[in-house]
C-alpha cells in the first residue's frame, strides 16, 4: 500500500499568490502532494517507459559541431510508470524552501538519498538545460535537484529560477518489467502445431503504421516465423489474410486489410525469396472479428493478421 507523503507548511500572507490553473488532465502524484500555491503547467504519465536519471553531477563537454556531449555524467538507465509533472509557483518563497520541503519528506518516509545539489555545484548549466529544456535557465539564475529512491521507486525534483519564477519539476518512477502477455511472437513450430490442428493461426507481433500497410521495424521477428514455418516445409501454401476493426468505412477497411496482407506478402517475398505462387493475400476487412468492437482492446485484437493453410 502506497503511502501519502504529506508535506506541511506554515506560510507568510505575503506567500499567497496567484497560483494559476492546472492544465486539463493533470493531477498531483498519489505519493507526492504539491507545494502550496504552485499550479501545474505540464503533466505526462507514461504506464511504461524508459528515464534517464541524472544521479551526479552533469557534464557537458561541447564538441567542434556545438552539440553537447553527456557522457561524463552520471545516469540511471530505468524502466518502468513514469509520471513528469511541471509546477509554477510565483512569489516570495525560496526555491532552498521547495527542495528542503520534498527532502524532508523524504526522509521521513525513509527514502534513500542518491544525489542533492545546488547551482553551480550541479555542474554545467547548458547539460541541465539539455536535459530539462523545458525549465531552461541561465547560470546566474540557479537550481536545485534532488533524487532519493525507496524499493524501486525513484522520486526527483528539480527547481530552475527564472526571473523570480519557480519552474519546480517533480519525476516519479515506479521500476517494473513489461509484462510478458503483452506481445506474443509465435514460434515457426508452434505456427506449424496451428495451423495442422485448426487450419489457421494468428500471427501476434506484426504492426503497421496507422491507417497504413507500412509494415513496423519491429514486426521483423513475427515475419522471421512465418518465413521460418515456409522455409522448412517446402510444400506449404498459405492465405495471408488482414482483418481490421469496424472503424472507419467498410470498402477502406477491406482496402486497407488488403494491402496489409500484400504487405506481408511481398516482405515474405523479397527478403526470404518465397515463391510467390505459394502465398495469396486477402482482406476480410472487419467481418471476422474474435473480440468485440465496443472496447479499445477488443478492436486491437480484430486489428491482425492471419495464416490460413490453402
Given at each position: 500500500?502506497?503511502?501519502?507523503?504529506?508535506?506541511?507548511?506554515?506560510?507568510?500572507?505575503?506567500?499567497?499568490?496567484?497560483?494559476?490553473?492546472?492544465?486539463?488532465?493533470?493531477?498531483?502524484?498519489?505519493?507526492?502532494?504539491?507545494?502550496?500555491?504552485?499550479?501545474?503547467?505540464?503533466?505526462?504519465?507514461?504506464?511504461?517507459e524508459e528515464y534517464l536519471l541524472p544521479i551526479?553531477?552533469?557534464?557537458?563537454?561541447?564538441?567542434?559541431?556545438?552539440?553537447?556531449?553527456?557522457?561524463?555524467?552520471?545516469?540511471?538507465?530505468?524502466?518502468?510508470?513514469?509520471?513528469?509533472?511541471?509546477?509554477?509557483?510565483?512569489?516570495?518563497?525560496?526555491?532552498?524552501?521547495?527542495?528542503?520541503?520534498?527532502?524532508?519528506?523524504?526522509?521521513?518516509?525513509?527514502?534513500?538519498?542518491?544525489?542533492?545539489?545546488?547551482?553551480?555545484?550541479?555542474?554545467?548549466?547548458?547539460?541541465?538545460?539539455?536535459?530539462?529544456?523545458?525549465?531552461?535557465?541561465?547560470?546566474?539564475?540557479?537550481?536545485?535537484?534532488?533524487?532519493?529512491?525507496?524499493?524501486?521507486?525513484?522520486?526527483?525534483?528539480?527547481?530552475?529560477?527564472?526571473?523570480?519564477?519557480?519552474?519546480?519539476?517533480?519525476?516519479?518512477?515506479?521500476?517494473?518489467?513489461?509484462?510478458?502477455?503483452?506481445?506474443?511472437?509465435?514460434?515457426?513450430?508452434?505456427?506449424?502445431?496451428?495451423?495442422?490442428?485448426?487450419?489457421?493461426?494468428?500471427?501476434?507481433?506484426?504492426?503497421?503504421?496507422?491507417?497504413?500497410?507500412?509494415?513496423?521495424?519491429?514486426?521483423?521477428?513475427?515475419?522471421?516465423?512465418?518465413?521460418?514455418?515456409?522455409?522448412?516445409?517446402?510444400?506449404?501454401?498459405?492465405?495471408?489474410?488482414?482483418?481490421?476493426?469496424?472503424?472507419?468505412?467498410?470498402?477502406?477497411?477491406?482496402?486497407?486489410?488488403?494491402?496489409?496482407?500484400?504487405?506481408?506478402?511481398?516482405?515474405?517475398?523479397?527478403?526470404?525469396?518465397?515463391?510467390?505462387?505459394?502465398?495469396?493475400?486477402?482482406?476480410?476487412?472487419?467481418?471476422?472479428?474474435?473480440?468485440?468492437?465496443?472496447?479499445?482492446?477488443?478492436?486491437?485484437?480484430?486489428?491482425?493478421?492471419?495464416?490460413?493453410?490453402?
Open positions: 500500500m502506497r503511502l501519502l507523503l504529506l508535506i506541511l507548511f506554515i506560510l507568510s500572507p505575503y506567500d499567497f499568490v496567484y497560483a494559476g490553473v492546472d492544465i486539463p488532465g493533470s493531477k498531483d502524484h498519489s505519493l507526492v502532494s504539491r507545494f502550496p500555491g504552485t499550479h501545474i503547467s505540464q503533466y505526462s504519465q507514461k504506464n511504461f551526479g553531477v552533469m557534464i557537458g563537454k561541447r564538441s567542434p559541431e556545438n552539440k553537447i556531449d553527456l557522457t561524463l555524467s552520471k545516469f540511471n538507465q530505468l524502466e518502468g510508470k513514469t509520471t513528469q509533472i511541471t509546477y509554477q509557483l510565483w512569489g516570495t518563497t525560496s526555491s532552498y524552501e521547495v527542495h528542503k520541503a520534498l527532502e524532508n519528506a523524504l526522509k521521513a518516509k525513509n527514502y534513500n538519498k542518491i544525489f542533492t545539489c545546488s547551482s553551480l555545484k550541479c555542474g554545467d548549466s547548458y547539460a541541465w538545460n539539455l536535459k530539462f529544456s523545458s525549465i531552461a535557465n541561465n547560470e546566474k539564475q540557479g537550481r536545485r535537484y534532488l533524487v532519493y529512491n525507496k524499493n524501486g521507486t525513484y522520486i526527483s525534483q528539480y527547481i530552475s529560477e527564472v526571473a523570480g519564477l519557480l519552474f519546480i519539476q517533480l519525476n516519479v518512477v515506479e521500476v517494473s518489467e513489461i509484462s510478458k502477455n503483452k506481445v506474443i511472437v509465435l514460434n515457426s513450430s508452434k505456427l506449424s502445431d496451428s495451423l495442422n490442428k485448426e487450419g489457421k493461426v494468428i500471427v501476434s507481433g506484426i504492426y503497421f503504421d496507422s491507417g497504413k500497410s507500412t509494415i513496423k521495424e519491429k514486426s521483423a521477428i513475427a515475419i522471421e516465423q512465418v518465413a521460418d514455418l515456409l522455409i522448412k516445409d517446402k510444400d506449404l501454401r498459405l492465405y495471408i489474410v488482414g482483418h481490421t476493426d469496424n472503424q472507419g468505412s467498410q470498402e477502406n477497411n477491406l482496402i486497407l486489410s488488403k494491402n496489409r496482407a500484400n504487405a506481408v506478402l511481398q516482405y515474405l517475398v523479397n527478403n526470404y525469396k518465397i515463391g510467390h505462387k505459394r502465398l495469396q493475400s486477402v482482406g476480410s476487412g472487419p467481418y471476422n472479428p474474435v473480440s468485440s468492437n465496443a472496447t479499445s482492446l477488443g478492436k486491437l485484437k480484430n486489428r491482425r493478421v492471419e495464416l490460413v493453410k490453402i
